[in-house]
């Protein structure tokens, strides 16, 4: 099949659908992408690119179209709906242009909806199917994350989202809570199908190697690796390492990665008195996180009481269980669920932090051997629901059943 990729991000930009667009292109498809300029999680483009270069790059035989767009600079609400908006706007320029025949055309929504206005154009030119792989849920996820709250804007929003929803030919949403809502938007239920994000092959078991635990704090670590945000709720894990700090100094917590909230954390470790436990290591390449899992004795996974929260499936669990370390949860509701039924980790609820204080020390005090027989149960409960070549399968016989 010729299958063309409509996402706002992609590489060098490190989102799942990287892989997914390579297991595809290793199963024989012709698979094209077409993208904006590399800028996210950065004041500007990346290193080599600008607004107007670049326009067109192969990357593992991938060929892919890349649209102008005006970066998200500093993120905030007015630079990220300009982003949005130019992405949008230049991509769906690009896509009335874009050569050949394509098959399928499978839409990577991560945020934001709009990456669905020239995903739609190219299905009338070219007369293809639309997959539209929903990562996060619109509008409420503005509402939740982006704190818009006004209700011209959300139901205007909505309406969007909707229409985009209704001239897709399927609605593939990566966690199975998403339906209700997708469907009481007005999507035909038969159009909706449970798609969840698998990970790259390298995330998978390792032994800890002694580069990687020279590089990290003596104790029981905590390891939290992602974005550093206003979603993660990192007021509840620093109040909960300061409750912990007073029972127990060998418990150390470190965070790889970056984010707006970055300068907040590095305030209230120092208010906290944390410093002696609490460790920002910065941001990585993604080919070293298992590395540095096997060096944790258990990873972290937070996210904000919000309800649209509570009905996603946070991009990192995935790469947590296929890793067989045991996983400590700040979750309410379908991510929480997972780790309970896969008996993988410890759940308390969100923005608890006495609760989830209790949960560090129960972990604490577990065996070696408990600890390794929750983190088997990580990996065999990832094998059986998560694994790369299943979901890729999975994927070619969705998109063979609608020939």
Known sequence: MRILIVTQYFWPETFRINDLALALSERGHIVEVLTGKPNYGKSGFYSNYSFFNKQSETWNGIKIHRSSLIPRGNAGKVRLIINYLSFALFASIKAFFLPGKVDRIFVFEPSPITVGFPALLLKWKKKASIYFWVQDLWPQSVTAGGGIKNKIVVNFLDKITRWIYERSDKILIQSEAFREIIFNQGVNPEKIIFYPNSVEAIFKKKKAHPEYIRMLPEGFKIMFAGNIGEAQDFETILAAAALVKGKNKAIK??????????????????????????????????????????????????????????????????????????????????????????KAGLVSESENPKLLAEKVIEFYNLTTAELDEIGQNARAYFESNFEREILVDKLEDIFLKNE
């Open 253 to 342: 917590w470190v965070i790889l990665g970056n984010g707006r909230k970055r300068e907040f954390v590095e305030k209230r470790i120092v208010e906290l008195d944390l410093q002696e436990c609490f460790f920002l290591m910065g941001e990585f390449p993604v080919v070293q996180m298992p590395d540095f899992f096997a060096c944790a004795n258990c990873l972290l996974v937070s996210l904000k009481k919000d309800y649209i929260f509570s009905l996603t499936i946070p991009s990192k669990l995935q790469s947590y269980l296929a890793c067989g370390k045991p996983i400590l949860a700040s979750l309410d509701g379908e991510g929480g669920r997972i780790i309970k039924e896969a």
